[in-house]
Nanobody, 117 residues
Framework: QVKFVESGGALVQAGDSLNLSCSAS????????MGWYRQAPGNQREQVAL???????TYADSVKGRFIVSRDNTKNTVYLKMNNLKPEDTAVYYC???????????WGPGTQVVVSP
């Protein structure tokens, strides 16, 4: 079964940086697009970054120029480097493979990011 385990979240101040990691298992990681998502209290989960299996990358407008997504296929891991964090970045961050979302693959526990003003 597919599994995702996120880590790296913390309580930080506005302007700080954080590095998130997500370890994936249960599927051939290198063949799948991978996404980072976040859900703030009272909001729906949204995609913030996508990296394809060929390393094409897209970002949500709200994080463009501040977040950097990358992947290491040798470690089945996807990363999210978050710079110049803002209070509105406060959320639980998750990773997933879009195709596995469509197949009903389970979400991981996520990692909490809190940005204080």
């Amino acid at each position: 079964q597919v599994k995702f385990v996120e880590s790296g979240g913390a309580l930080v101040q506005a302007g700080d940086s954080l590095n998130l990691s997500c370890s994936a298992s249960g599927f051939e990681f290198r063949l799948y697009h991978m996404g980072w998502y976040r859900q703030a209290p009272g909001n729906q989960r949204e995609q913030v970054a996508l990296i394809t299996h060929t390393n094409s990358i897209t970002y949500a407008d709200s994080v463009k120029g501040r977040f950097i997504v990358s992947r290491d296929n040798t470690k089945n891991t996807v990363y999210l480097k978050m710079n110049n964090l803002k209070p509105e970045d406060t959320a639980v961050y998750y990773c997933h493979a879009p195709l596995w979302i469509d197949r009903g693959g389970p979400w991981g526990p996520g990692t909490q990011v809190v940005v204080s003003p």
